[in-house]
């Protein structure tokens, strides 16, 4: 599994959503799924399964997939 | 088997005092223990008598809560080593004294930094271990003087009715991970905290007592330990005072 599926299953896991629902274009608060309450959900996830620690910056940075992305490239994942 | 057999809790201000009692009492249970502490050596002087007593893991940290940074290295160094916590316990804290014309800035900072921020700082960091396994508990130590107010402890009193609305609102949040968050409110308790007293105050203290006696630590480390094991795993966002019926 490369790192992108694999953001993408820590995205499906985390917001209990079908993996087909997700793609970059996929925002923070679009869909019903993924609000404030699950995306603390979301950062533990992605976390672990990424072996990262994300700052308060990072959590509040992260609205979407694309983000994610951004964000997980900086602390040296590559995607 | 103990109550906490499998758990691993995570205790600040766990050198002396009530976080001492809590790191004893959660180990005879069972738990694995990480005590953080700024004083490392007094952590060290007792951690392996805990370890060897009660056939427990014990890790001793030096960190201080007010330092984002000092707790986000003891969370990463855990994560790395693949321990992960159940039981948070939010101990460490600080009482000063004064009314409020006399009490200066930096106390008023150092007493929000220590008591609010790091229950705050540590609250952030231990839910993400938490939300994953969705379990977990937090217990804040919070202060009879947090839900009744005393004279001339209005910023001690503002600091801990603060771990108050923190722990209610945090429940709130957390209760459909199965996380809870409660809080301990201590009376007059035998601690360092209350060790300078004078004589006479330590008299008036005990006539506002029900029971007639001061509480010990082990008193608080028990009601920590009813929050912190399946015994309470239906209650959250609640408030319990150990206090032996003081009135203040």
């Known amino acids: 599994m490369n790192n992108n599926e694999k953001l993408y299953k820590s995205f499906a896991n985390a ?10 274009d996929l925002k923070y608060q679009s869909i019903k799924q993924w609000d404030s309450i699950s995306h603390m959900m979301l950062i533990s996830y992605i976390e672990e399964d990424f072996g990262v620690s994300l700052d308060t910056d990072d959590v509040i940075d992260m609205s979407s997939v694309a983000k994610a992305r951004e964000i997980l490239t900086k602390h040296n994942i590559s995607f | 088997m103990g109550l906490l057999t499998g758990s691993t809790a995570l205790i600040t201000g766990a050198s002396k ?34 370890a060897s007593d009660f056939g427990v893991k014990v890790y001793s940290y030096e960190g201080d809560v007010r330092n984002h940074e000092s707790i986000g290295y003891i969370f990463k160094d855990l994560s790395e080593k693949g321990i992960f916590i159940d039981i948070l316990v939010n101990n460490a804290g ?23 921020y790091g229950t705050i700082f540590c609250s952030q960091l231990a839910i993400k271990p938490f939300l994953r396994r969705r379990k977990g508990s937090i217990i804040n130590l919070s202060s009879i003087v947090g839900t009744n107010g005393n004279l001339g402890q209005s910023i001690y009193s503002a600091s801990k009715a603060a771990v108050i609305g923190f722990t209610k609102s945090l429940s709130k949040e957390l209760a459909p991970f199965n ?56 209650v959250t966002g609640q408030v319990i005072g150990v206090d032996g019926g003081m009135i203040i």
Do not use: C, W
Request: net charge negative; hydrophobic share 45%.
């Open chain 1, 15 to 24: 917001l209990n959503i079908d993996p087909s629902l997700i793609n970059d």
């Open chain 2, 17 to 50: 005092g009530i976080g001492k009692a809590i790191s004893e009492l959660f180990a005879k249970e069972g738990a694995d223990i990480i005590m953080v502490s700024r004083n490392i050596s007094a952590l060290n002087a007792f951690s392996d008598t805990i």
């Open chain 2, 94 to 116: 600080i009482m000063i004294d004064a009314t409020l014309q006399m009490i200066k800035d930096d106390v008023i900072h150092d007493l929000f930094e220590t008591n609010v």
């Open chain 2, 179 to 234: 996380i809870r968050v409660n809080a301990v409110a201590p009376g007059f308790i035998d601690t360092d905290m209350t060790k300078d007293m004078s004589a006479s105050l330590v008299e008036k203290n005990i006539g506002s007592i029900g029971m007639k006696r001061i509480g010990k630590p082990k008193d608080v480390a028990r009601v920590a330990l009813f929050l912190a094991s399946d015994l309470s795993e239906y």
